[in-house]
Nanobody, 125 residues
Framework: QVQLVESGGGLVQAGGSLSLSCAAV?????????MGWFRQAPGNEREFVATISLSGINTYYADSVKGRFTISRDNVQKTVYLQMNSLEPEDTAVYYC?????????????????WGQGTQVTVSS
């Protein structure tokens, strides 16, 4: 069992930046989990944003955020981050971090085992 706690959401103007954090507060060794970020806007399905490998060397992004968002992790601090730059109103959503025990990177939310409670990101135009 892994408990994930997100923080860092808020309201920002278009073109601005926000940084999200997701801390693992319990469970197995954090470095054994592939980590991902997803988002869900009202009326929409949960959407993949980014994922990062166990060591942090490999990352993969949705086309809609590539070049603007950066995922990273600190296995000592048991935390995964999402740096979001050049934010657009279309980025408005609840952002969730997720953990998948070992294995390959994946964009499918059904492959992830544990989820945080979500943090709201609102981008005004």
């Amino acid at each position: 069992q892994v408990q994930l706690v997100e923080s860092g959401g808020g309201l920002v103007q278009a073109g601005g930046s926000l940084s999200l954090s997701c801390a693992a507060v319990s469970g197995r060794t954090f470095s054994m989990y592939v980590m991902g970020w997803f988002r869900q806007a009202p009326g929409n399905e949960r959407e993949f944003v980014a994922t990062i490998s166990l060591s942090g060397i490999n990352t993969y992004y949705a086309d809609s955020v590539k070049g603007r968002f950066t995922i990273s992790r600190d296995n000592v601090q048991k935390t995964v981050y999402l740096q979001m730059n050049s934010l657009e109103p279309e980025d408005t959503a609840v952002y969730y971090c997720a953990a998948k025990y070992s294995g390959a990177l994946t964009t499918r939310y059904t492959d992830y085992d544990y989820w945080g409670q979500g943090t709201q990101v609102t981008v005004s135009s």
